[in-house]
């Protein structure tokens, strides 16, 4: 029988044309993407990743719920010049406690997977609010709205990080409780400021 | 030249309906007589699908110009790029392709298997849910619900309402092809099932998430495991949805308006099943250099020039399907749309591998040439075919010539200008981010700041926001032409061929 008489037989029984249609999309997924889904090494923490604090995590949450990885990716390619202008190249285990991970598409921004602790608090609050106020030529948008906002105005830290507990980042019951007082007078904006000067190489200096 | 196979519509019915429970079922319920085809359904999805293509766009053409002034935000919220581009995609994927496609599948399936829609209310059911549930889940993106992947961006109740719509289109779909009257199921619908299948498949497992809030919940999968994922599925709903499913669009609508059968159903059959194996394994090439294994990024790029060959296979049994026909190019819209998409959809389908390839991948990763690309598939191939198709089927909807041709011939040339200015626009963007990027200087240092390279952009988003401008008016002009054809009338009554009926 060759393959044309083999398809009239498919093209005739719908239940076996979507067996096969669905037997033949399935294969690439189950060869390529399962077997790097069970391989551990690819989520195991790279030395120094630490899973993110209360106000890092609701400042990396703000971040994607304003799309800023619309503009910005948060992977540094290993080619000499990306390298030398944002810094060491990224490395799957930095990035284990990434729920979504935020590499991007798309640099209409800077990359910022090392913007941390190259420009103070202060600068990047201000650009945050009024972009043009420290960069003239910047077509950034403000988000004047982050500075009117408590960080965490729906109480829902612990929440978070009871689920990510259950997805597995090691948040102690003491870090959990401890999580309302660290966000407690913070605006929005001071969350957002505070993961982006969390985003530096994993054993580089804690301040800046 | 080659045998050809079941044509849409009105070829003529095999002698006799063999066997088959439905089949039998019906002549015991007394045969076709009286029946009719649910076609109101489909003319309701076609006006939706021409009101979410001028929502999308707008947003488009809006978020373009933010790039060009950066304060018409008006420091809104709800106007800020990062939500209201979130908008534009969703809005013209799910909202404009989607209903689209529906809308023709739920057409064409009825007319190559020669029976009405299976389960009609449930049909109606999918198809204003899923109006229903891109209107909140546009609001909701705009309120800032985002799950943060690209094209998966609506939150975890959204996935679920998702999963249930198109539970039913699968149903109502598979269920009407169950029910045939003509044994050999037709090639088109072949993508549409593809599509269905996949896409089901794709967003099942990328969806997984646990829920935090009503608005907020963490994906499943972690960092690099969560990246080769998500492109698994964003590679992949481009590829069974703006490609694969639109196709099963083309393999209705152009033999249809060409009056000509398929040009080899031997091809048909190859390039759809080489198409529906390769295309899943390309979604690593958007992880180039990334923080990938190496094995899963070449896999990806060596597939991803393995499916320049089905693609273009298609691009040629729609050429020659329409070769002999050329003469009704000049006095019909319908067809020169058509036409033109596949032009484009060879052009897409081209770079797109080109684009894999590591070396070139350098240089177009993270650029706005990715923007160009998507955009010369988005308009010129998905936009394009749908016009085509929508000019075709408004008129035989509603029982009414088409309000105006000359209008229509106009928005061809709009949609022709504005999809290459478009495209080079974006080209000159990206190739020069791209090279400039890397660029470094005698003495090993990098030639230009990023700041620089980002100020020389403005000419080029200042010429894409034009070619938006461009577009969107054909688009507009289409919208009035087809709500004037189908002003003040109903969709007209069609029943299954008489002939049907044993």
Known sequence: ???????????????????????????????????????????????????????????????????????????????????????????????????????????????????????????????????????????????????????????????????????GHPYTEAEIEAAPAALAGLAEVDALVAYLQSLRPPNAEATP | MEAVSPSPSDAPPLPKPTGGKAVAADRAAGGTAGERYHDRVASWLTAFAMAWSIIGMTAGVYVAAELVWPTIDFGREWLSYGRLRTLHTNAVIFGFGVSALMGTAFYSVQRTCHVPLFAPRLAWFCALAWQAGVLAGGISLLAGWNGGKEYAELEWPFDIAITVVWVCFAIVFFGTIAKRRIKPIYVSNWFYGGLIIVIAMLHLVNSLAIPVTLSKSYSLFAGAQDAIVQWWYGHNAVGFLLTGGFLGMLYYFLPKHAGRPIWSYRLSIVAFWAFTYSYIWAGPHHLHYNAVPEWVQSLGMVMSLVLLAPSWATLVNGVMTVAGAWEKLRTDPALKFIVLSLAFYGLATFEGPMMSIRSVNVV???????????????????????????????????????????????????????????????????????????????????????????????????????AGLIFLSGALLMAYNLAMTGKGRRTVAASPPATAAA
């Open chain 1, 1 to 167: 029988m060759n393959a044309v008489d083999l398809h009239r037989k498919l093209e005739r029984n719908s239940g076996l044309l979507i067996f096969g249609i669905l037997l033949v999309s399935a294969i690439g997924g189950l060869v390529q993407v399962l077997p790097s889904v069970l391989q551990d090494d690819l989520v195991t923490p790279g030395p120094g990743t630490q899973p993110y604090g209360p106000v890092e995590l609701i400042g990396r949450d703000l971040y994607i719920r304003e799309g800023c990885s619309t503009c910005h990716s948060q992977q540094v390619r290993p080619l000499l010049a990306e390298v030398k202008r944002y810094g060491p190249y990224s490395k799957a285990g930095e990035s284990a406690y990434d729920r979504p991970f935020l590499w991007g598409s798309k640099r209409t921004g800077p990359d910022l997977h090392r913007i941390g602790g190259k420009y103070t608090d202060l600068w990047q609050r201000m650009h945050l609010l009024d972009p043009r106020s420290v960069v003239p030529d910047s077509i950034m948008p403000g988000y004047p709205w982050l500075a009117e906002r408590a960080a965490d105005a729906d109480g829902s830290i612990q929440a978070r990080m009871r689920a990510l507990r259950r997805l």
């Open chain 2, 364 to 466: 177009s990763h993270f650029t706005d040439w990715t923007i160009g690309h998507v955009h010369s598939g988005a308009l010129g191939w998905n936009a394009m075919i749908t016009f085509g198709a929508f000019y075709f089927l408004v008129p035989r909807l509603m029982g009414a010539s088409l309000h105006s041709v000359r209008l229509a011939n106009i928005h061809f040339w709009l949609a022709l200008a504005g999809t290459m200015l478009y495209i080079l626009a974006m080209w000159g963007a990206g190739v020069s981010q791209g090279l400039l990027w890397l660029s470094l200087d005698d003495i090993g240092e990098l030639s230009f700041s990023f700041k620089d390279i980002m100020a020389s952009m403005a000419p080029y988003y200042a010429l894409r926001l034009v």
